[in-house]
């Protein structure tokens, strides 16, 4: 199994860009990685998954570099609303993924 | 669209005392689960089930039984509650049971919270 390792808590401002790295040395060939994002009393709420290079959409950006053992989430401009906790997870099979304790950003006005 | 629905939402029980969390979704998804998760902690797997008629443990199976009967349904049975599963569960869906297909995303119920006194 694939672990991950990522900062227990950032904080940021408003307007500023995020970025939060997570580590995985021993990713395997056939592993994804994929982020949630967790607001306090929900449930996990996917933001984006990749396999190499870099993917967009309309809420984040993830940067995978060649070798695959490490990941970026970016966060750009960040507003109050997204304090939460994000979850860096990787893996091939669904029931393998773990969720562990997360990176707490705390965005300050 | 639904998506994950759980109930009931806030729950007491008494130690000893059996209850079903009750999970269906509505997304035609095949792979479900079930994870809890307490204060300050990650979420960890309880059961899940890629199919209807299939069910296999996580990593925290003991003291709770799962069923699928349809595909639809996946409820959580506690058999003799303890003080150690007062807990956050979070019942949970996805198209496969590998995150390699495309857009595979696993959704989440918005949470049981259970306190068991």
């Known amino acids: 199994l694939a672990k991950t390792t990522q900062p227990i808590s950032m904080d940021s401002y408003e307007g500023q860009e995020v970025n939060i790295t997570c580590s995985h040395n021993n990713i395997a060939t056939n592993d994804y990685i994929t982020w949630y994002q967790q607001f306090p009393s929900q449930g996990p709420r996917f933001i984006i998954q990749g396999y190499k290079t870099k993917v967009t959409n309309e809420v984040a950006s993830l940067f995978i570099p060649a070798d695959r053992k490490s990941s970026t989430l970016s966060l750009p401009r960040v507003s109050l609303s997204d304090t939460a906790v994000y979850y860096c997870l990787v893996g091939e099979d669904t029931d393998k993924l773990i969720f562990g304790t997360g990176t707490r950003l705390q965005v300050f006005p | 669209n639904a998506g994950v629905t759980q109930t009931p939402k806030f729950q007491v029980l008494k130690t000893g005392q059996s209850m079903t969390l009750q999970c269906a979704q509505d997304m035609n998804h095949e792979y479900m689960s079930w994870y809890r998760q307490d204060p300050g902690m990650g979420l960890r797997l309880i059961h899940y089930?890629?199919?209807?008629?299939?069910?296999d443990q996580g990593e925290v199976p003991n003291g709770y039984n799962v069923s699928r009967s349809t595909t639809e349904d996946f409820p959580l049975r506690l058999l003799s509650a303890a003080p150690s599963q007062t807990s956050v569960y979070f019942c949970?869906?996805?198209?496969?049971?590998?995150?390699?297909?495309?857009?595979?995303?696993?959704?989440f119920g918005e949470g049981s919270w259970l306190t068991v006194v």
């Open positions: 949970a869906s996805s198209y496969s049971e590998f995150t390699e297909h495309s857009g595979n995303t696993i959704y």
């Open positions: 089930s890629v199919g209807a008629g299939i069910t």
